[in-house]
């Protein structure tokens, strides 16, 4: 079992820059990948980012790339997602998840999930 815990979420103005934080814990040695995914009032939940749990791969979609970064400290079995250039249509509750399936990147039945954390972008 995966546990993960988001911090980090808040309000912020059109431009600006949040960090979030995604903690995880329990039988983290088996992960293959981390990612972030949202969802918006309404909407489908969506991918962000996912960053391979070993190795350097990262993966973004085409709505953050260039805006947004996915980073890990495996010393401290976080991921990181350093959000710029925020977008009122950032908006939406971003959700930490985690698999040990190779394959799984951008598909949305990652087997852990976190409890959520809110994002809101003024404009």
């Known amino acids: 079992q995966v546990q993960l815990v988001e911090s980090g979420g808040g309000l912020v103005q059109a431009g600006g820059s949040l960090t979030l934080s995604c903690a995880a814990s329990?039988?983290?040695?088996?992960?293959?990948?981390i990612a972030w995914f949202r969802q918006a009032p309404g909407k489908e939940r969506e991918f962000v980012a996912g960053i391979r749990w070993s190795g350097d791969f990262t993966y973004y979609s085409d709505s953050v790339k260039g805006r947004f970064t996915i980073s890990r400290d495996n010393a401290k079995n976080t991921v990181y997602l350093q959000m710029n250039s925020l977008k009122p249509e950032d908006t939406a509750v971003y959700y930490c998840?985690?698999?040990?399936?190779?394959?799984?990147?951008?598909?949305?039945?990652?087997?852990?999930w976190g409890q959520g954390t809110q994002v809101t972008v003024s404009s």
């Open positions: 329990g039988s983290t040695l088996s992960l293959y990948v």
């Open positions: 998840a985690a698999d040990r399936r190779v394959g799984i990147i951008r598909r949305k039945e990652y087997e852990y």
